[in-house]
């Protein structure tokens, strides 16, 4: 059973930054391609980033070229650094880990970004 704890969110103003991170335990790290997914209010929770166990990354068209994921295997660890932040990317931001047909979530972690 593998464990995710979400932190690094916050109230930033519009063009601001923030990294979030994604700590895990209870399970092999590294064994696991890790997702960042968001849900605004009112809305479906959407696909925001993901990083493979072997590096590669992928982002949403609303996350390219101002969001970029990261991951430590040694820390066990997760990132997401988001950029140029727009009232858009106002959201509950969730870790997701897949490996094996299964899936775990954290709680998530509350940006909001004023204009």
């Known amino acids: 059973q593998v464990q995710l704890v979400e932190s690094g969110g916050g109230l930033v103003q519009t063009g601001g930054s923030l990294r979030l991170s994604c700590a895990a335990s209870g399970g092999i790290f590294s064994a696991y391609d890790i997702y960042w997914y968001r849900q605004a209010p009112g809305k479906q929770r959407e696909w925001v980033s993901e990083?493979?166990?072997?590096?590669?990354?992928n982002y949403a068209s609303s996350a390219k070229g101002r969001f970029t994921i990261s991951r430590d295997n040694a820390k066990d660890t997760a990132y997401l650094q988001m950029s140029s932040l727009k009232p858009d990317d106002t959201a509950v931001y969730y870790c997701?880990?897949?490996?094996?047909?299964?899936?775990?979530w954290g709680q998530g972690t509350q940006v909001t970004v004023s204009s």
């Open positions: 990083i493979t166990t072997g590096g590669t990354t």
């Open positions: 997701n880990a897949q490996a094996l047909n299964t899936a775990y």
